[in-house]
């Protein structure tokens, strides 16, 4: 018997560890992220897709499936907070690189030229907040020879 709790106590904690599909209890994605990117995939022929998925008066919150590789860019009205929902890529800010999977954040303020690259052939998902909130095109291609 003392056995059997000692195993139990191990073994419990361990459960919490187990990996699951991050969720995100907000607007369209209350139904779970699966159901979202099932009825949002991006077309054969598009590399990004963006879904606002909810605002508020300070900022605006979008979905953001990558499977190509974005163009250098920046934005000059809007600063960008990007949690990494699935899978995993390249984040280059200015001169700097940082490789990034599901649980990292990246925090790109306004007018900073950025891009980002998935790695492999899976699409990586952001939930990406526009602060203040996007209420039009914002982005400025950015050259960096």
Do not use: K
């Amino acid at each position: 018997m003392v056995r059997r709790t000692i195993v139990v106590i191990l073994v419990a904690p361990l459960l919490g560890c187990a990996p699951r599909s991050p969720r995100v209890p907000f607007g369209p994605l209350g139904d779970g992220l699966d159901a979202f990117l099932a009825a949002h995939a991006p077309a054969e022929n598009q590399s990004i897709r963006v879904d606002e998925v909810g605002r508020t008066a300070g900022a605006s919150y979008h979905l953001v499936q990558v499977r190509g590789s974005e163009t250098p860019h920046r934005h000059v009205a809007h600063d960008l907070t990007v949690f990494v929902l699935r899978g995993r890529g390249t984040l280059t800010r200015g001169d700097r690189r940082f490789q990034l999977e599901a649980g990292d954040a990246a925090v790109i303020p306004r007018g900073e030229v950025h891009w980002f690259a998935p790695s492999g052939r899976a699409s990586a998902v952001s939930l990406v907040v526009f602060t203040p909130a996007l209420d039009g095109p914002d982005v400025v291609p950015a050259d960096v020879r």
